[in-house]
């Protein structure tokens, strides 16, 4: 498993009610499900995704995130996940409301930006490609990338408290200069 | 060797007669009635593996296989329903069921009134989708299914399946609602209202009254069926398939038929008014209209949902303007604010309304994985 994504299974807490917003293939809402309890719903806009999500027997809804969260009501859920997600969003921060707004708690992992190896090859005159950052800069969905410090930034500007975080390089915890030496970031935040 | 038109091969309807009076949502009463059906594949033992297909507006109970004294007579939803299909007749017992008020084989307007003696014509009542759903529930009845592993309808078919889950949330485990809608808008009942204008000012209408005069209001249902064809096409669809074509290459410059989308309208309207009855289309679009299961409850869909048990899978198609997918999505939005088990599907093919009879390949390939999740 991807390991920012076995730190949100520890975080979700027994039998709480989940979104999951770009779910993929809905692997993770099947761990919470065995793991947790957890019952849950996946949004996913991707064709293939959704339709292995049928296919897995998780409750996926085909609904593109950048129109927000109308389905879902004013604190429906107990968890609302956003993994490796947030750099594709175009509407940043609307989607931190609508989900901060769905969702008692709010969980987003991103690859950081701030890597050493992600500012040593923009030093070098490149975008980076690595193992969080898997895309040459023509072919990649993502739009808005952010380092550890960008996120805390946008969080103190909503008004989002963060709960917890952890930093991972090469699926191990990164605790000294987590943004120079971290490569994908989790956070568990909430809205006050 | 000619391929199959069909994997279930020969089938052959049956016919259920209802000896106790069924009171419809209007008041009216009707003595006693027969519901016209088919069934594919075998009910299991334990009576849990029964799926139950509802028709939408101009079909039947033939939903799949072929009648062995009739050539071209293949199920209307044949890609769908069979052995090894998406909704696989092997694992699953298909109930395919007309409705009250049809006239392929049901107690409808063109059947004897016991109490003349002569057509119901006018005098048949108007039915309702619940009403429908009432009949279907006594056809499950004598079939000895207590609860369905699923309900599955497009369009019209839909809002049953719908309504099962309303009328009866403990004897439906799963609901497929394809190309839905909780409601009709304003615009598609104004397009319900102009067909059945078409068929009324017909002046083989008789006011309802035509079998005992000989004579049937063809033209009025031509144009009715015109105007719908219209309503289940996507614009994109109609230009993918029939452009600004011209039949005899040039304009006539006369009334005759220039376009082939002209000729198409025409062609769908004459054959349909050979074989459907213009007193069943006046009532299923007044089922259409007047269907609104949040009507009780101050027009709150979220609550009128509340009684639903089932798990749902909701699918629409991007370009069907009949019931566009917003449509869909008040039903899903209203089903998560009851918790409920749901998968949504907004499916992006170019059919409009129409699209939830074709094969799309994520479309059907969505419904195989369901029902082969379904546990029996």
Known sequence: MRPDLAAIVHWVPQG???????????????????????????????????????????NVLQVDLESGLSLFADGSFDCVILSE?????????????EMLRVGREVIVSFPNFGHWRARLQVVLGHMPVSETLPYEWYETPNVHHCTVADFEDLCRRLGVRIRERL????????????????SLAVYRCTAH | MNAPDTNLGFVVAQTAHFDAPLRLKSGAEIPAFELAY???GELNAAKSNAVLVCHALN???????????????????????????????????????????????STGPASVNPASGKPWG?????????????????????????????????????MQALQWTLSYPERVRHALVIAAAARLSPQNIAFNEVARQAIMTDPDFHGGHYYERGVVPT?????????????????????EKFGRLMRRGAPGFDFDIDFEIESYLRYQGDKFSTYFDANTYLRITKALDYFDPAADFGGDLRRALARAQAAFLVVSFK??????????REIVRALLDNRRIVSYLEIDAPGGHDAFLLEDERYHSALRSYFSNIEL
Not at chain 1, 22 to 32: E, F, I, T, Y
């Open chain 1, 16 to 58: 709480a009610r989940v979104l999951d917003l770009g779910c993929g293939d809905g692997s993770l809402l099947r761990s919470l499900w065995q793991e947790r309890e957890a019952p849950g719903y996946g949004v996913e806009i991707d064709d293939d995704s959704v339709l292995a999500c049928v296919a897995n027997d998780v």
């Open chain 1, 85 to 97: 997600t947030l750099q594709t969003i175009h509407r940043t921060e609307f989607l931190m409301r």
């Open chain 1, 167 to 182: 930093v991972l390089h090469e699926g191990k915890p990164v605790t000294h200069l987590p943004n120079l030496l971290g």
């Open chain 2, 38 to 40: 088919e069934t594919y």
């Open chain 2, 59 to 105: 079909a039947s109970h033939h939903v799949a296989g072929r009648y062995e004294d009739e050539k071209d007579s293949v199920g209307w939803w044949d890609n769908l329903v069979g052995p090894g299909k998406p909704l696989d007749t092997r694992r699953f017992f298909v109930v395919g069921s007309n409705y009250l008020g049809s006239c392929f084989g």
């Open chain 2, 122 to 158: 006018a005098d048949f009542p108007v039915v309702t989708v619940e009403d429908w759903v009432e009949a279907q529930a006594r056809l499950a009845d004598r079939l000895g299914i207590e609860r369905f592993a699923a309900v599955i309808g497009g369009s019209l078919g839909a």
């Open chain 2, 219 to 239: 033209r009025g249902l031509r144009i009715a069926r015109m105007i719908g064809h219209i309503t289940y096409l996507s614009g994109e669809a109609m230009t």
């Open chain 2, 319 to 328: 370009s069907d303007w009949r019931f566009p997918p917003a449509r869909s």
